[in-house]
């Protein structure tokens, strides 16, 4: 190449004597006096390389790229670098050509970029890029990538893009949305997901669809999510059951967990089915993290009657814990910690060691003692924390103490593995928060369990409208949602009849749907899918507690991409190029 005759890290003994070129950035600077030490980094490693002439390296800074010739020669046994892949050679320099000088202050150490504000990072993304523990994550993430495009090829899957510009579609989060400059007052719609197009590839006659898609969905952000775009593996099946995609995802993930997963124990093939309405009950999350040991149980029927007013009426979940030996203080600071994170209060008891209830709420339970003991197998130094109220409220903050308790206390949180699991049979509808009308519980594409029987014999009837299963599932790994997918609802009729319960009759199907609608009317065959996302994969498979860490160029918390400026204000030729007014308050 014509700035180097090797990498970084490729000399051996092979080169001693040689004459070679490196080219890379100047890592550091060792002045002792007459002698300069610089180490040399690229993107496969560090050489270092040694100039014995001042004015070769006068005015360079660190950072700067360099190109360097010079004679390879074995080090001094007492300066040897077992750490780095050349540390038995160095480079005796004598030429250097500048290809890029560092001018400016760097606004943080580059091997130290990981322990800087995240708005500072994400500023200076290039410079934090450089820091070769964040480089080799955007490299472990390609290879990953690669892997997952060799697998789905093997299994006969076919991969396709599908259009990025495209119309708004009720997929559960909000579009982005695009002005149209050929036809005024319209606007394109960035996809969510390529989910209407994938089952249009099925209507057309492919058989196993794949792509890396990129999703947009204008959402906020968390630590297992961006906001603005995150990436997904789209897969889609014709002529599948629900056990067939199942079966292809295990077949795909298992591998990429032992191969590229930080933990070497992976839940074996096939995984663990949990319903939906089971999670819940058990863990208080549709997400439920199996390496933590405990489970919820439920106490309505126990404690019912015993004047503490917060449990009257309500249902009441508890998690228990032997051995307990935390102080009050660190109760505290568990009930806050619960409150924080749900906004409902959680309350406590202990028992002590004649097998008495004590502290926190245990005056009112007195004469439930025995009952309680029975149910949650209490003995002499048992904790028991609970949470009551609504019942969906009550196991979701029964699921965050479990999640709390079983990483706080030692002896409950088995990390160092991939629990995997499949969880199904996820409603159909639920009640909407905000609009307290009947709504999609996750997918309205899914495929109802029973068919239209199901829908014909709920209509009209809420419960049973709730009771309705889908043919849906999630993969959770290790407490997150790692892939979701669906039995597709390809039968027109049955579609229309879904989309009916929530109050869309047969012309907004076919006003909101067309493309969708008018191709199963020419024969769709029956297919289903799923999408794991690829960011929370890699996520997952490195360990890292932050999503944005395994992403090239991510937004911060507040969808801004602070290196780029973006969101930023454009030229209102620009606005009325595509017929674009902003009204200011």
């Given at each position: 190449?014509?700035?180097?005759?090797?990498?970084?890290?490729?000399?051996?003994?092979?080169?001693?004597?040689?004459?070679?070129?490196?080219?890379?950035?100047?890592?550091?600077?060792?002045?002792?006096?007459?002698?300069?030490?610089?180490?040399?980094?690229?993107?496969?490693?560090?050489?270092?390389?040694?100039?014995?002439?001042?004015?070769?390296?006068?005015?360079?800074?660190?950072?700067?790229?360099?190109?360097?010739?010079?004679?390879?020669?074995?080090?001094?046994?007492?300066?040897?670098?077992?750490?780095?892949?050349?540390?038995?050679?160095?480079?005796?320099?004598?030429?250097?050509?500048?290809?890029?000088?560092?001018?400016?202050?760097?606004?943080?150490?580059?091997s130290e970029s990981k322990d800087t504000r995240e708005d500072v990072r994400l500023q200076y993304r290039f410079l934090?890029?450089?820091?070769?523990?964040?480089?080799?994550?955007?490299?472990?993430?390609?290879?990953?990538?690669?892997?997952?495009?060799?697998?789905?090829?093997?299994?006969?899957?076919?991969?396709?893009?599908t259009p990025i510009l495209t119309c708004s579609s009720p997929e559960g989060a909000r579009d982005y949305i695009i002005?149209?400059?050929?036809?005024?007052?319209?606007?394109?719609?960035?996809?969510?997901?390529?989910?209407?197009?994938?089952?249009?590839?099925?209507?057309?006659?492919?058989?196993?669809?794949?792509?890396?898609?990129?999703?947009?969905?204008?959402?906020?952000?968390?630590?297992?999510?961006?906001?603005?775009?995150?990436?997904?593996?789209?897969?889609?099946?014709?002529?599948?059951?629900?056990?067939?995609?199942?079966?292809?995802?295990?077949?795909?993930?298992?591998?990429?967990?032992?191969?590229?997963?930080?933990?070497?124990?992976v839940s074996a093939a096939p995984f663990r089915h949990i319903p939906y309405n089971e999670a819940m009950e058990r863990?208080?999350?549709?997400?439920?993290?199996?390496?933590?040991?405990?489970?919820?149980?439920?106490?309505?029927?126990?404690?019912?009657?015993?004047?503490?007013?917060?449990?009257?009426?309500?249902?009441?979940?508890?998690?228990?814990?032997?051995?307990?030996?935390?102080?009050?203080?660190?109760?505290?600071?568990?009930?806050?910690?619960?409150?924080?994170?749900?906004?409902?209060?959680?309350?406590?008891?202990?028992?002590?060691?004649?097998?008495?209830?004590?502290?926190?709420?245990?005056?009112?339970?007195?004469?439930?003692?025995?009952?309680?003991?029975?149910?949650?197998?209490?003995?002499?130094?048992?904790?028991?924390?609970?949470?009551?109220?609504?019942?969906?409220?009550?196991?979701?903050?029964?699921?965050?103490?479990?999640?709390?308790?079983?990483?706080?206390?030692?002896?409950?949180?088995?990390?160092?593995?991939?629990?995997?699991?499949?969880?199904?049979?996820?409603?159909?509808?639920?009640?909407?928060?905000?609009?307290?009308?009947?709504?999609?519980?996750?997918?309205?594409?899914?495929?109802?369990?029973?068919?239209?029987?199901?829908?014909?014999?709920?209509?009209?009837?809420?419960?049973?409208?709730?009771?309705?299963?889908?043919?849906?599932?999630?993969?959770?790994?290790?407490?997150?949602?790692?892939?979701?997918?669906?039995?597709?609802?390809?039968?027109?009729?049955?579609?229309?009849?879904?989309?009916?319960?929530?109050?869309?009759?047969?012309?907004?199907?076919?006003?909101?749907?067309?493309?969708?609608?008018?191709?199963?009317?020419?024969?769709?065959?029956?297919?289903?899918?799923?999408?794991?996302?690829?960011?929370?994969?890699?996520?997952?498979?490195?360990?890292?507690?932050?999503?944005?860490?395994?992403?090239?160029?991510?937004?911060?918390?507040?969808?801004?991409?602070?290196?780029?400026?973006?969101?930023?204000?454009?030229?209102?030729?620009?606005?009325?190029?595509?017929?674009?007014?902003?009204?200011?308050?």
């Amino acid at each position: 190449m014509a700035y180097r005759t090797h990498n970084c890290n490729q000399l051996t003994f092979d080169q001693l004597n040689q004459t070679v070129s490196l080219a890379g950035w100047v890592d550091t600077i060792r002045d002792h006096g007459g002698v300069i030490f610089v180490d040399l980094r690229d993107e496969y490693g560090v050489t270092q390389v040694v100039f014995h002439d001042d004015a070769l390296l006068k005015g360079v800074r660190k950072e700067s790229v360099i190109s360097v010739t010079g004679k390879v020669v074995k080090r001094d046994p007492e300066t040897v670098n077992k750490k780095i892949a050349t540390g038995e050679l160095e480079v005796h320099v004598t030429e250097v050509t500048v290809l890029g000088e560092c001018t400016r202050t760097l606004p943080f150490e580059i091997s130290e970029s990981k322990d800087t504000r995240e708005d500072v990072r994400l500023q200076y993304r290039f410079l934090d890029l450089r820091n070769p523990q964040v480089h080799e994550s955007i490299l472990f993430r390609s290879k990953v990538v690669a892997f997952l495009r060799q697998k789905m090829t093997e299994m006969g899957f076919t991969e396709i893009t599908t259009p990025i510009l495209t119309c708004s579609s009720p997929e559960g989060a909000r579009d982005y949305i695009i002005p149209s400059r050929k036809h005024e007052g319209k606007f394109y719609a960035l996809p969510q997901a390529p989910q209407q197009f994938k089952q249009l590839l099925m209507t057309s006659g492919f058989d196993r669809y794949f792509q890396i898609a990129p999703c947009f969905r204008d959402e906020d952000a968390r630590a297992d999510r961006t906001p603005g775009e995150f990436y997904q593996l789209d897969m889609e099946m014709a002529f599948a059951s629900q056990a067939d995609v199942l079966s292809v995802l295990e077949d795909v993930l298992v591998p990429v967990f032992h191969k590229f997963g930080k933990y070497k124990r992976v839940s074996a093939a096939p995984f663990r089915h949990i319903p939906y309405n089971e999670a819940m009950e058990r863990y208080g999350s549709d997400k439920p993290d199996l390496r933590i040991d405990l489970e919820i149980q439920d106490i309505t029927a126990e404690v019912q009657g015993c004047g503490f007013t917060p449990f009257e009426g309500a249902t009441v979940k508890a998690v228990a814990v032997d051995n307990f030996t935390q102080a009050r203080k660190w109760i505290d600071k568990l009930l806050a910690d619960v409150e924080v994170q749900t906004g409902s209060k959680a309350c406590w008891v202990k028992v002590d060691e004649n097998g008495n209830l004590t502290g926190g709420v245990s005056k009112f339970l007195t004469d439930c003692k025995d009952a309680l003991t029975a149910k949650l197998n209490l003995k002499p130094g048992s904790f028991v924390c609970m949470a009551a109220g609504k019942k969906a409220a009550a196991q979701k903050t029964a699921g965050v103490i479990r999640t709390m308790l079983g990483k706080r206390i030692p002896g409950h949180f088995d990390e160092e593995q991939y629990a995997l699991c499949w969880i199904v049979d996820f409603p159909m509808y639920e009640i909407g928060e905000e609009s307290g009308a009947l709504e999609f519980c996750h997918n309205p594409f899914s495929m109802p369990q029973g068919g239209l029987k199901a829908l014909e014999d709920a209509e009209g009837d809420m419960d049973k409208l709730l009771a309705i299963k889908a043919d849906q599932y999630d993969l959770v790994v290790n407490g997150y949602e790692s892939a979701s997918g669906a039995v597709r609802n390809h039968d027109p009729e049955i579609m229309v009849k879904a989309f009916e319960m929530v109050g869309l009759g047969e012309a907004d199907v076919k006003a909101k749907f067309p493309a969708m609608y008018n191709a199963f009317t020419y024969g769709a065959p029956p297919h289903a899918g799923a999408a794991p996302g690829v960011d929370r994969l890699i996520m997952l498979l490195t360990g890292e507690e932050s999503i944005r860490e395994v992403i090239t160029f991510p937004m911060n918390k507040n969808a801004q991409d602070l290196m780029m400026g973006a969101p930023t204000t454009v030229d209102k030729s620009q606005l009325d190029t595509v017929h674009i007014a902003v009204l200011e308050e």
